[in-house]
């Protein structure tokens, strides 16, 4: 609720939230102590309050950023529950990282949140390979919505640093087992 009542949107000015990165870690150190093999409406209720805050300026620091991505490394690995939290838990977790890709929309932070996920796009379970290219896609379709305010391709260039590498991670999935990620 502070998250969104200070965003900008609904002020009429531009305030800073000089505690964001206080809560955010409180937060998070939150999540972490609960049994991280299930999923409750309490994680699902923290990753949303995370991507409000996030959405709040300044942009996260390189710092706070890393230890944000390292605690979403744990639902790209839990166990498939076919259920609404399951559901709302990665729509949380790509809105999340939709909101650390729309603070700074650059093709280094693109490239950076690839990175951090690309080894799960690697993973030996379906799932977890799933909700990982669930993610490229998510982030690619967000940067080109961004530069280009519909989401398609752009009729001139967007430069996409470490584009090479980004394809090198996605073209190994046009082969997946895994008819669901060969959509993707």
Same mark, same amino acid.
């Given at each position: +609720?502070?998250?969104?009542? +200070?965003? *900008?949107?609904?002020?009429? #000015? ?6 964001? &990165? &206080?809560?955010? @870690? ?8 609960? &049994?991280?093999?299930?999923?409750? =409406?309490?994680? *699902?209720?923290?990753? @949303?309050?995370? =991507? =409000?805050?996030? @959405?709040? $300026?300044?942009?996260?620091? $390189? $710092?706070?950023?890393?230890? *944000?991505?390292? @605690? ?8 498939? %529950?076919? &259920?609404?939290?399951?559901? +709302? *838990? ?16 650059? #093709? ?16 030996? #379970? ?6 990982? %290219? =669930? ?50």
């Amino acid at each position: +609720m502070i998250g969104r009542s +200070m965003h *900008v949107s609904r002020l009429e #000015a531009s305030v800073s939230f000089m505690q964001r &990165d &206080d809560l955010i @870690n409180h937060i998070l150190r939150f999540l972490s102590t609960k &049994d991280t093999t299930q999923i409750t =409406t309490m994680r *699902v209720l923290g990753l @949303n309050a995370c =991507t =409000t805050l996030i @959405n709040l $300026e300044p942009p996260l620091s $390189e $710092e706070m950023q890393t230890m *944000v991505l390292q @605690n979403l490394h744990k639902y790209y690995e839990l166990p498939v %529950c076919h &259920d609404d939290l399951d559901t +709302m *838990v990665h729509t949380n977790v790509n809105a999340l990282l939709e909101s650390l890709l729309f603070m700074e929309p650059v #093709a280094a932070t693109l490239a950076k949140l690839f990175k951090d996920i690309e080894q799960f796009a690697a993973s030996s #379970a379906e799932h977890t390979r799933e909700r990982a %290219c =669930t993610s490229f896609l998510i982030l690619v379709r967000k940067f080109l919505e961004i530069h280009t305010g519909t989401g398609e391709l752009p009729h001139r260039a967007v430069v996409l640093e470490g584009i090479g590498h980004m394809l090198a991670v996605i073209i190994p999935r046009c082969g997946d087992s895994s008819p669901y990620i060969r959509e993707i």
